[in-house]
């Protein structure tokens, strides 16, 4: 059974700080989503990383996925409180359209 | 290009009945793939249809079922609705399902009575 443990749960910040969300996993994926997501919404895609030790940049917003394709982390730099909401990571196999969702990590940022 | 949509929205339903949800992927995207979110359990996977096949399926019991039309339009049945299958049913759609990057829908609020 494929696990991806994310890592904080809830983060609670003043505006301009900096934050890291991990997501961890003993299996390897082909692929690493991040997906943000509001209440009552579903979810955005924010970043696809498919190659081992990739880094992607997204404004403020950095994600980079381990050299072993088990692990992946979103660095948010002097956050906003547009940036509140539900981060969630996910997993893909090589197997199709199926992902592995990590439990998310609800984030408020306070002005 | 017009996103996924899902209806209905919202749904309240009885234990014991079934429900029909619906999914129209983004044009183009040929798999559908089928999860349930709730506080407890996070994001879930129950299925994915790739031309009109069920390609991958969850750990979910047979009471969830689904399929794919040949416009790619897609559908779930739950059957013998319980309390427990109160949740936000959330549709996903690619292209192909490489790198599976996936973009879902808003969701339809299913509340179990």
């Known amino acids: 059974t494929q696990l991806l443990e994310q890592s904080p749960q809830f983060l609670s910040i003043q505006e301009g700080e900096n934050l890291t969300v991990y997501c961890n996993s003993s299996?390897?994926?082909?692929?690493l989503q991040w997906y943000r997501q509001e209440p009552g919404e579903g979810p955005v895609l924010l970043v696809t990383?498919?190659?081992?030790?990739e880094v992607k940049k997204l404004k403020r917003l950095t994600f980079q996925f381990g050299d072993a394709r088990k692990d992946s982390s979103l660095h948010i730099t002097a956050a906003q409180p547009g940036d509140t909401g539900l981060y969630l990571c996910a997993g893909g196999l090589y197997q199709g359209g199926k992902l592995i969702f990590g439990q998310g990590t609800e984030l408020s940022v306070k002005p | 290009k017009a996103g996924v949509t899902q209806t209905p929205r919202y749904l309240i339903k009885t234990r014991g009945q079934q429900v029909t949800l619906s999914c129209s992927p983004i044009s183009g995207h040929r798999s559908v793939s089928w999860y349930q979110q709730t506080p407890g359990q996070g994001l879930q996977f129950l299925f994915e249809y790739f031309s009109e096949t069920q390609r991958n399926k969850g750990n979910f019991p047979g009471r969830f079922s689904g399929r794919q039309f040949s416009n790619s339009r897609s559908e779930m049945n739950v059957s013998t609705l319980e309390l427990g299958d109160s949740a936000l049913y959330l549709c996903?759609?690619?292209?192909?399902?490489?790198?599976?990057?996936?973009?879902f829908g808003p969701g339809t609020r299913l509340t179990v009575l």
């Open positions: 996903a759609s690619s292209f192909d399902g490489a790198y599976n990057e996936q973009f």
């Open positions: 299996s390897v994926f082909s692929s």
């Open positions: 990383v498919v190659t081992g030790g």
